[in-house]
């Protein structure tokens, strides 16, 4: 079982950076498959990027490809989401999530813990 708290969050402008971090509790981190969701207001939560145990493996969805990477630090216990080139439309509330299945996976059904969130606010 592992419980990730999301940092990192804040006021940016249009075309600046964040990094964003999920810390997560529990020995068994390592064996994780973690993702990055978002919620906008007014919106449904929606997939951002996933990372295989491993770090071997990473998808994205569209709208943050080429933008945003995801990474993690196994002997840290922590996954981080670098976001490049933000834009107003990436203002959200980002979540933290950790699934124990097999693979990547865009499904969020398919993640059994999640954080907090924090939220990220960029201006125009």
């Known amino acids: 079982q592992v419980q990730p708290v999301e940092s990192g969050g804040g006021l940016v402008q249009a075309g600046g950076s964040l990094r964003l971090s999920c810390a997560a509790s529990?020995?068994?981190?390592?064996?994780?498959?973690m993702g990055w969701f978002r919620q906008a207001p007014g919106k449904e939560r929606e997939f951002v990027a996933a990372?295989?145990?491993?770090?071997?493996?990473?998808h994205y969805a569209d709208s943050v490809k080429g933008r945003f990477t995801i990474s993690r630090d196994n002997a840290k216990n922590t996954v981080y989401l670098q976001m490049n080139s933000l834009k107003p439309e990436d203002t959200a509330v980002y979540y933290c999530?950790?699934?124990?299945?097999?693979?990547?996976?865009?499904?969020?059904?398919?993640?059994?813990?999640w954080g907090q969130g924090t939220q990220v606010t960029v201006s125009s």
């Open positions: 999530a950790a699934r124990s299945g097999y693979g990547l996976s865009m499904r969020e059904p398919l993640y059994d813990y």
């Open positions: 529990g020995r068994t981190f390592s064996t994780y498959t």
């Open positions: 990372i295989t145990w491993s770090g071997g493996y990473t």
